[in-house]
């Protein structure tokens, strides 16, 4: 069949326009953007890709729920898939996804890529990363190549009957978990646990007369947690061979709010309280163990836990069995053991809050009479709401303690307690002091790498190399 040179026209102008509908359509479908952003690691400009999902999910506020993926990195990738395949993944669960591309540069590598980590949170937290002012501010994440999300998961129903806040919460929410795992990997990893220091809670909107989800999930609202500590540590962790997962404090309601039954107004304001906080970390334990086993990682599990995080992750490390706290939640049975603690500033062992007047602990001094009666009247009662309650024998975890000196002093003193406890039963203990001002995280490459170290000592993850 022989074309004239206008039917060869017709047919080329036909083939470029339907690759230019195509085109379109790829474009609508996958609104990929791409550009530079400035590396701290690099000390360059690197280029980075974001694709939207097809069915995209949002948060509370309307903003869409982030991934922000580091890729050819200077480490050995430990999931099996490739950054495609896992990439694709994220797309289908509905994440934007922010493509890092490193480029194998040779300091994006563990200790130094904690740098970038920081800057990434700081500028979702500004509203301004890669050009983006909408992604979200507590439903946003950083993911090594090889690595995805189970987020949202179940590890108890909340009993709103314990702070009774607000008035309208007589049905229990459950509590979330995320966790952050290598997909389809080459070894068995171990997790790290931390409980968030940012509350989550349900809130009841009085001009609607209605709950809402307005505070759900609030474990990694960036400015309580990430970015307003300039806290890399979990987020980084892969980069050291392990995996983590953070999850929703025990205590479900503001932080500076809850109250007993027919009991004063914000009696419980900065504290949680047992059997609630107890059987909440060990039901998270469980739930997290269960996962790891089914996703073929290692059943060893360390805590991680600063500030108020610190005082719920404590209640894990202690070997002493009490049947209230045991028997609770989901998948009673399975071990609730952890391998290995860092514990931060936090609060042990509530009978000690009066060894120093105006320490830091001015609300436990006045309001923990409230809801337990007198010290003098009830130790008992007291000693069992702290995690110090726990340690019985050598069985306990073993635990590095980090603080600065510079604290409230209250904290020193929780530590100083605890940490003698534990060594009179010969416990191993370390410590790291003064990496930092005040109320804060540790953030330097050397004191990050005490932090690693320890958990690669009891957890046992496999080397990784470049």
């Given amino acids: ?22 085109s379109i359509f790829t474009a609508i479908n996958s609104w990929a953007n791409s550009g530079k952003w400035a590396s701290t690691v690099t000390a360059g400009n690197i280029d980075f890709t974001v694709t939207e999902s097809k069915n995209p999910i949002k948060d509370f506020n309307g903003n869409y729920i982030t991934v922000v993926y580091l890729k050819n990195l200077s480490l050995k990738k430990i999931g099996r898939n490739s950054v495609k395949k896992d990439v694709n993944w994220l797309l289908n669960e509905g994440y934007r996804v922010i493509e890092l591309d490193y480029a194998k540069n040779i300091n994006a590598k563990a200790l130094k890529i904690n ?46 009957k314990v702070y009774n806040t607000p008035e309208q919460y007589i049905i229990g929410d459950s509590l979330h978990m995320d966790i952050i795992y290598p997909a389809n990997p080459k070894v068995k990893v171990p997790t790290i646990l931390s409980f ?84 909440k970390v060990k039901s998270a334990i469980r739930t997290l ?55 931060g500033p936090g609060v042990f062992d509530y009978t000690l809050i009066y060894n120093t007047p105006d320490d830091g602990d001015k609300n436990l001094e006045q309001r923990c009479p409230w809801v337990w009666g007198s010290l003098d009247n009830n130790k008992a009662l007291w000693e069992s709401m702290g995690s110090s309650f726990l340690v019985e024998t050598k069985a306990t975890t073993p635990t590095l303690f980090f603080y600065n000196n510079d604290d409230d002093a209250y904290y020193r003193d929780q530590i100083t307690h605890l940490k003698n406890k534990l060594e009179l039963l010969t416990v191993p203990t370390s410590t790291l002091i003064d990496y930092g ?30």
């Fill in 437 to 466: 001002k005040g109320h804060a995280l540790p953030q330097k490459p050397s004191d990050l790498n005490v932090l690693y170290s320890f958990f690669k000592n009891y957890l046992s993850p496999p080397k990784i190399s470049k």
């Fill in 289 to 343: 163990r269960v996962f790891n086993k089914e996703m073929g990682l290692s059943e060893k599990i360390g805590i991680f836990g600063f500030s108020r995080g610190s005082t719920a992750g404590s209640m894990a490390i202690g070997d002493k069995k009490v049947t209230e706290f045991e028997n609770s939640g989901f998948h009673i049975g399975i071990s609730d053991d952890v391998q290995a603690a860092a514990l």
């Fill in 115 to 160: 740098q970038d980590i920081i800057a990434i949170n700081n500028a979702i937290a500004s509203k301004n990363f890669c050009g983006y002012k909408n992604c979200s501010l507590y439903k946003s994440y950083i993911l090594f190549e090889g690595y995805r999300i189970a987020r949202d998961v179940s590890y108890f129903i909340d009993d709103p």
């Fill in 1 to 22: 069949m022989k074309f004239t040179s206008i039917t060869l026209f017709i047919l080329s102008f036909r083939k470029s326009f339907f690759i230019i509908l195509l």
């Fill in 196 to 279: 968030s220091y940012s509350n989550s809670y349900a809130n009841y909107d009085q001009s609607k007369k209605t709950l809402n989800d307005a505070y759900k999930d609030q474990r990694v609202n960036l400015d309580y947690t990430f970015a307003g500590f300039d806290d890399s540590f979990l987020e980084g962790a892969p980069a050291n061979g392990m995996a983590w997962a953070i999850a929703d404090h025990p205590k479900y309601c503001p932080w500076g709010k809850g109250k007993p039954v027919n009991g004063a107004n914000d009696a419980y304001k900065s504290f949680q309280t047992n059997p609630d906080a107890a059987q």
